[in-house]
């Protein structure tokens, strides 16, 4: 069975910084493409990044709004992936999710709440 | 970047009914390797997205045959044949042409 399970969410002030995990089972990982969606508070869902495998040089992705304050990473030793979200904005106000992507199978997780807030 | 328009849906529906969910894409999604790369999620009450439908018009495994997706390059349609109870939650639509990967809005569906 494939399981995705984030971690690390919580309230932060912005300009602040913060690190989710994911940790994953289930599937063969070190050849797997990881992406990190994130559904706004009015449900709008965005991705966020991708991240490829090391036969692809780990290539990275983002959306444009995240360029440069976001970096996706990946621990194959671990079948896991991370982001580390920088200089957070009011606007990243978000559930975050990681998921894996075969494109024609995909499991998410549940979501790791992100709340940027004074 | 390609916009991803999403129908509403006349709610409440009654059980039992089929209802067609409509998307519409700012760009052709066909590829040239013949695949038009249009998805399909549910997204139930409380929980995370799921994969109905992907290459516009294959199920995903284990997704009952009473979804079905249909579409051009441009206009899509996702149709449920006989709602049941547990397909209320809100289904978007996705194109995974090209980055940045796009959703629709989201139709909500709501079961009488």
């Known amino acids: 069975e494939v399981q995705v399970l984030e971690s690390g969410g919580g309230l932060v002030q912005p300009g602040n910084s913060l690190k989710l995990s994911c940790a994953t089972s289930?599937?063969?990982?070190?050849?797997?493409?990881m992406y990190w969606y994130r559904q706004f508070p009015e449900k709008r869902l965005e991705w966020v990044a991708r991240i490829k495998a090391k036969s692809n040089n780990y290539a990275t992705d983002y959306t444009e709004s995240v360029k440069g304050r976001f970096t996706i990473s990946r621990d194959d030793s671990k079948s896991s992936i991370y982001l580390q979200m920088n200089n957070l904005k009011e606007e990243d106000t978000a559930i975050y999710y990681c998921?894996?992507?075969?494109?024609?199978?995909?499991?998410w997780g549940q979501g790791a709440s992100v709340t940027v807030s004074s | 970047d390609i916009v991803m328009t999403q129908g509403a849906l006349p709610n409440p529906v009654p059980s039992g009914e089929s209802v067609s969910i409509t998307c519409r894409s700012s760009k052709s999604l066909l590829y040239s390797d013949g695949k038009t790369y249009l998805n399909w999620y549910l997204q139930r009450p409380g929980q995370s997205p799921q994969l109905l439908i992907y290459w516009m018009s294959t199920r995903a495994s284990g997704v009952s045959d009473r979804f079905s997706g249909s579409g051009s390059g441009t206009d899509f349609t996702l149709k449920i044949s006989g709602v049941e109870a547990e397909d209320v939650g809100v289904y978007y639509c996705?194109?995974?042409?090209?980055?940045?990967?796009?959703f629709g809005s989201g139709t909500k569906l709501e079961i009488k």
């Open positions: 998921a894996w992507s075969s494109g024609v199978m995909d499991a």
């Open positions: 996705q194109q995974g042409l090209e980055f940045p990967l796009t």
């Open positions: 289930g599937f063969t990982f070190s050849t797997a493409w």
